[in-house]
C-alpha cells in the first residue's frame, strides 16, 4: 500500500510539472496579423459607412527588456499605401498583455491595449472598441 501511494505521488508530481509550461512566448517574438474579428487580411479596421481604410498587415514584436514595437500597413479611401509605427512599453501577467505608449509615436496613439498572449498567439483589443486584433507567432520576420 505505502509503495502505491509513493507511486502514485510521484505521478501527480511528474503530471504537475509537465503541466506547469509557461504559456507566454519566448523573447524576442513577433507577431503577424492574422485576423481582425474574425475577418482575415485585407480587411477593414471596422465597419462605417462610405470608403473605410483597409488594413493590409501588421506585426508586433516583442523585446525582452519590456519594448514592443508595433508597425502596419493600410490602404486608404483614396488607394495610397501608408504605414504607420509605434513604440510600447507592455508587461505580460498570467497570460494577460498590456502594452501602452510612452514618448512620441507617428499615427493613432489612443491608450493602453490590452489582451491576451500565449507561446503562439496573440490577441489584443483597441482601447474603447470592439476592434481585436489577433496574431500568431511568426520566424525570421524582425520588427524594430
Avoid at 524576442?28 to 474574425?38: D, H, K, R, S
Avoid at 490590452?114 to 520566424?139: E, H, M
Amino acid at each position: 500500500m505505502r509503495l502505491s501511494r509513493q507511486k502514485a505521488l510521484l505521478l501527480l508530481l511528474v503530471t504537475a510539472i509537465g503541466c506547469s509550461e509557461t504559456t507566454s512566448p519566448k523573447l524576442p517574438a513577433t507577431f503577424a496579423l492574422v485576423n481582425i474579428n474574425g475577418r482575415p487580411l485585407p480587411t477593414y479596421f471596422s465597419a462605417t459607412p462610405g470608403l473605410t481604410t483597409t488594413v493590409l498587415s501588421a506585426y508586433v514584436s516583442l523585446q525582452n527588456d519590456g519594448t514592443a514595437f508595433w508597425i502596419e500597413t493600410r490602404r486608404d479611401e483614396a488607394d495610397a499605401v501608408t504605414s504607420i509605427s509605434q513604440t510600447f512599453h507592455y508587461t505580460i501577467v498570467d497570460g494577460r498583455i498590456e502594452l501602452s505608449s510612452f514618448g512620441t509615436c507617428i499615427g493613432d496613439c489612443i491608450g493602453t491595449y490590452k489582451g491576451d498572449v500565449s507561446k503562439d498567439a496573440l490577441s489584443l483589443a483597441f482601447p474603447n472598441s470592439p476592434v481585436i486584433y489577433n496574431y500568431r507567432l511568426t520566424v525570421g520576420i524582425p520588427v524594430d
